[in-house]
T-cell receptor, first 115, second 111 residues
Framework: GAVVSQHPSRVICKSGTSVKIECRSL??????MFWYRQFPKQSLMLMAT?????????EQGVEKDKFLINHASLTLSTLTVTSAHPEDSSFYIC???????????FGAGTRLSVL | GENVEQHPSTLSVQEGDSAVIKCTYS??????FPWYKQELGKGPQLIID?????GEKKDQRIAVTLNKTAKHFSLHITETQPEDSAVYFC??????????FGTGTSLTVIP
């Protein structure tokens, strides 16, 4: 299957700092990428849909000013958690959808710990 | 919007036995149904998928069946092995739309 690379895999930061997570589709172009948050033993919670060249669409309850998404190319989307607080600690996962077949491939996830 | 329900939430089987996980969906417009396997601390991995123009699809020990009339689809794993232990998620989608995920099934294969 197609490969989606997500970095970093783990990040520990101090409260109040910002953290950037990158999501790259390595062998296909993805007009649309998704960002999810996953709590322990729970399903994937969609945070936002990222479309290349346009503003991201955020799900209800997700603060767009806190979770900044940039999708500047067909192979790269970034999620920046601004002014991180301990309650932002979580597992964040990105996915990229193939343009032709509507298949989503996931990155390996980023474990964010805010101290 | 779409609502996907998944059962059971946990499943334990003896090595070599079969495992079946079932999902139902609500939106008849959904036409794509993938299954993902997620190991601890990792991202979900696509293991098999089926589209609405097909009733069954098989890939070695894994198979998926779809009943459009009843709006349900199932994952079948035969000859289970310890490395099959993971959390499995079903999803439903239609072209251009987001994926709606089930709540997950934690599968444990007992050696």
């Amino acid at each position: 299957g197609a490969v989606v690379s997500q970095h970093p895999s783990r990040v520990i930061c101090k409260s109040g700092t910002s953290v950037k997570i990158e999501c790259r589709s390595l062998d296909f172009q993805a007009t649309t990428m998704f960002w999810y948050r996953q709590f322990p033993k729970q399903s994937l919670m969609l945070m936002a849909t990222s479309n290349e060249g346009s503003k991201a669409t955020y799900e209800q309850g997700v603060e767009k000013d806190k979770f900044l998404i940039n999708h500047a190319s067909l192979t790269l989307s970034t999620l920046t958690v601004t002014s991180a607080h301990p309650e932002d600690s979580s597992f964040y996962i990105c996915s990229a959808r193939t343009d032709d077949k509507n298949i989503q491939y996931f990155g390996a996830g980023t474990r964010l710990s805010v101290l | 919007g779409e609502n996907v329900e998944q059962h059971p939430s946990t499943l334990s089987v003896q090595e070599g036995d079969s495992a079946v996980i079932k999902c139902t969906y609500s939106d008849s417009a959904s036409n794509y149904f993938p299954w993902y396997k997620q190991e601890l601390g990792k991202g979900p991995q696509l293991i098999i998928d089926i589209r609405s123009n097909v009733g069954e699809k098989k890939d070695q020990r894994i198979a998926v069946t779809l009943n459009k009339t009843a709006k349900h689809f199932s994952l079948h794993i035969t000859e289970t092995q310890p490395e099959d232990s993971a959390v499995y998620f079903c999803a439903a989608s239609w072209a251009g739309n987001q994926f709606y995920f089930g709540t997950g099934t934690s599968l444990t294969v007992i050696p």
